[in-house]
Nanobody, 123 residues
Framework: QVHVVESGGGLAQAGGSLRLTCVAS???????MGWFRQAPGKEREFVAS????????YYADTLKGRFTISRDKANNTVYLEMNNLKPEDTAVYYC?????????????????WGQGTQVTVSS
């Protein structure tokens, strides 16, 4: 079993920054880790992901340039640096672990999920 825990959410002003952290623990082979978000009344959407061994990065086109994903392989940790935040970035942000080769962009590419961390951006 894999346990996924996010942290770092909170309240930010528009134009500000936040850094989310996700730690995965447990015995599994990690192909990739990713971030998704879900705003009230909306579908959960892909934000970014990283291929665990090769480090290839994947981003949602609308977020590329403001958000940066990175990893610490030794500590099974992935980060999401969010800059120039906008009120529309307000959502619950989820971290997920994929155990298999896939697009790394779809919800069903991932096998384990965290409980999410709330990010609220005020205007």
């Amino acid at each position: 079993q894999v346990h996924v825990v996010e942290s770092g959410g909170g309240l930010a002003q528009a134009g500000g920054s936040l850094r989310l952290t996700c730690v995965a623990s447990g015995r599994t082979f990690t192909y990739a880790m990713g971030w998704f978000r879900q705003a009230p009344g909306k579908e959960r959407e892909f934000v970014a992901s990283i291929h665990w061994s090769g480090g290839t990065l994947y981003y949602a086109d609308t977020l590329k340039g403001r958000f940066t994903i990175s990893r610490d392989k030794a500590n099974n940790t992935v980060y999401l640096e969010m800059n120039n935040l906008k009120p529309e970035d307000t959502a619950v942000y989820y971290c997920a672990v994929s155990r298999r080769l896939s697009t790394f962009r779809r919800r069903n590419d991932y096998d384990y999920w965290g409980q999410g961390t709330q990010v609220t951006v005020s205007s």
